[in-house]
T-cell receptor
Framework: AQTVTQSQPEMSVQEAETVTLSCTYD???????LFWYKQPPSRQMILVIR??????QNATENRFSVNFQKAAKSFSLKISDSQLGDTAMYFC????????????FGKGTRLHILP | EAQVTQNPRYLITVTGKKLTVTCSQN?????MSWYRQDPGLGLRQIYY???????DKGDVPEGYKVSRKEKRNFPLILESPSPNQTSLYFC????????????FGPGTRLTVL
């Protein structure tokens, strides 16, 4: 079964700094999707960014970008110019393309942005 | 407003007393799913549904039931709750499947005594 590992349970950075959250996954297949979801203190989960494995270009959404290394099975999230509103739990997630509709989440990284 | 709603938001109950957590979405999504969130374990998928009358088990289905009789509703049923089902529960929906963005409900905090 596929697994998703987030090796940093908790991180703290100063406001305006750049921070990178790591995520690795294990799969023997080549077609899948990867996600980063954000859960702020309000508990409302929202999608941050999505990456299709067949695309070589790294996905970006404003200050959020990923470093997708397919061969290394690594999918890190970079937050540039971090803001206080970025304080949240971040979950990495994996799902297959055109297979069962299960999704596997990592255990999360709690990120604190310090003023 | 496009949203996923869950009720109740908070529930304290006792072991063995059947309960239902409702979930409803107004976005005409085909896919719906239930997750539980526990400290140190992240989110784990309980059940999901690709469309009406089609449900399937996720990674932690034991002790739970679901039904999908209408597209918009996907209730989670605990027939005989136990303390190890104390958790934060999320319902989510997406247009067609997990490869689409999932929209999450606000969560239900369940405590089983």
């Amino acid at each position: 079964a596929q697994t998703v590992t987030q090796s940093q349970p908790e991180m703290s950075v100063q406001e305006a700094e750049t921070v990178t959250l790591s995520c690795t996954y294990d799969t023997s297949e080549s077609n899948y999707y990867l996600f980063w979801y954000k859960q702020p203190p309000s508990r409302q989960m929202i999608l941050v960014i999505r990456q299709e494995a067949y695309k070589q270009q790294n996905a970006t959404e404003n200050r959020f970008s990923v470093n997708f290394q397919k061969a290394a099975k690594s999918f890190s999230l970079k937050i540039s110019d971090s803001q206080l509103g970025d304080t949240a739990m971040y979950f990495c997630a994996f799902t297959y393309m055109n297979r069962d509709d299960k999704i596997i989440f990592g255990k999360g990284t709690r990120l604190h942005i310090l003023p | 407003e496009a949203q996923v709603t869950q009720n109740p938001r908070y529930l304290i109950t006792v072991t063995g007393k059947k309960l239902t957590v409702t979930c409803s979405q107004n976005m005409n999504h085909e896919y719906m799913s239930w997750y539980r969130q526990d400290p140190g374990l992240g989110l784990r998928q309980i059940y999901y549904s690709m469309n009406v009358e089609a449900t399937d088990k996720g990674d932690v289905p034991e002790g739970y039931k679901v039904s999908r009789k209408e597209k918009r509703n996907f209730p989670l049923i605990l027939e005989s709750p136990s303390p190890n089902q104390t958790s934060l529960y999320f319902c989510a929906s997406s247009l067609y499947g997990t490869y689409n963005e999932q929209f999450f409900g606000p969560g239900t905090r369940l405590t089983v005594l």
